[in-house]
């Protein structure tokens, strides 16, 4: 059973930073390819940083330049490390994860993901 536990989450000020964990337990982590997804109140689910399997990442332009996601293989552990936080960053973020057991692309589709966390809530205030 694969199961993805978020950490890291809480409440800071605006330009403050937080960074967020996701622990894995899958013995292939080093062929997934992973995200991270964030939902507001009332709004849908988006994808906000991806890493393939090969490292390559992806941001969503809202966040660029102040998020940076990370993969430690030995740790079986996805990170996000979030800079200069705004209000708009309010939002509860998820861990997703595509485990085949072969190297694959990240994506911002969520059916692309067939594992997530339960979600740690992040609050920016002005």
């Known amino acids: 059973q694969v199961q993805l536990v978020e950490s890291g989450g809480g409440s800071v000020r605006a330009g403050g930073s937080l960074r967020l964990s996701c622990a894995a337990s899958?013995?292939?982590?080093?062929?997934?390819?992973m995200a991270w997804f964030r939902q507001a109140p009332g709004k849908g689910r988006e994808g906000v940083a991806a890493?393939?399997?090969?490292?390559?990442?992806n941001y969503a332009d809202s966040v660029k330049g102040r998020f940076t996601i990370s993969k430690d293989n030995a740790k079986n552990t996805l990170y996000l490390q979030m800079n200069s936080l705004k209000p708009e960053d309010t939002a509860t973020y998820y861990c997703?994860?595509?485990?085949?057991?072969?190297?694959?692309?990240?994506?911002?589709?969520?059916?692309?993901?067939?594992?997530w966390g339960q979600g740690t809530q992040v609050t920016v205030s002005s």
């Open positions: 997703a994860a595509r485990f085949t057991g072969r190297p694959c692309s990240s994506s911002f589709l969520i059916a692309w993901y067939n594992y």
């Open positions: 899958i013995y292939s982590f080093s062929s997934a390819c």
């Open positions: 890493i393939d399997s090969d490292a390559s990442t």
